[in-house]
């Protein structure tokens, strides 16, 4: 399966705009309904990426393995999960810290194509040949 990196890159500006709203606001709900986005893009159903086929219509140039991006919305929805569970609990330093950490990998790839959970992924194939 492939995926469209201009589609990554759009889905990670938007959940960067949805975390950095979600931590001016604390709005644990939020969190949660990015939390259900990033459940959607690992399964490979990804509802930004949706967004950006329904206004993009030319084909990419080039495209890439989608297992690695797919990797990523799961770490991305772990991070949510936390967060989301410490908004519930009022445990702000848990709420906050993964919510921020989140963030900061949507941002380095939406401003850099670095993607953190991808990188996760190529890592974990090279060290665990059962994985490939």
């Known amino acids: 399966m492939q995926a ?15 975390l950095a709203l979600v931590l001016v606001t604390g709005s644990g709900w939020l969190l949660a309904a990015q939390a259900a986005v990033f459940a959607l893009g690992a399964l490979g159903a ?8 329904g206004i993009v219509k030319s084909p990419p140039r080039e495209s890439e393995d989608a297992r690695p991006p797919r990797f990523a919305q799961l770490v991305g929805l772990i991070f949510a999960l936390v967060g989301t569970v410490g908004y519930a609990t ?6 906050l810290g993964a919510t ?3 963030l900061f990998a949507a941002f380095l790839n939406a401003a850099f194509g670095l993607c953190l959970g991808c990188e996760m992924y190529l890592i974990i194939r090279r060290i665990l040949p059962a994985a490939r």
Do not use: N
Request: proline share 9%; hydrophobic share 55%; aromatic share 10%.
């Open 100 to 102: 921020a950490a989140a």
């Open 4 to 18: 469209d990196p201009r589609a990554l890159r759009f889905a990670a500006a938007v959940t960067t705009a949805v």
């Open 90 to 95: 009022q445990t702000t330093p848990l709420a």
């Open 46 to 53: 990804s509802p930004y990426g949706m967004i950006f086929k």
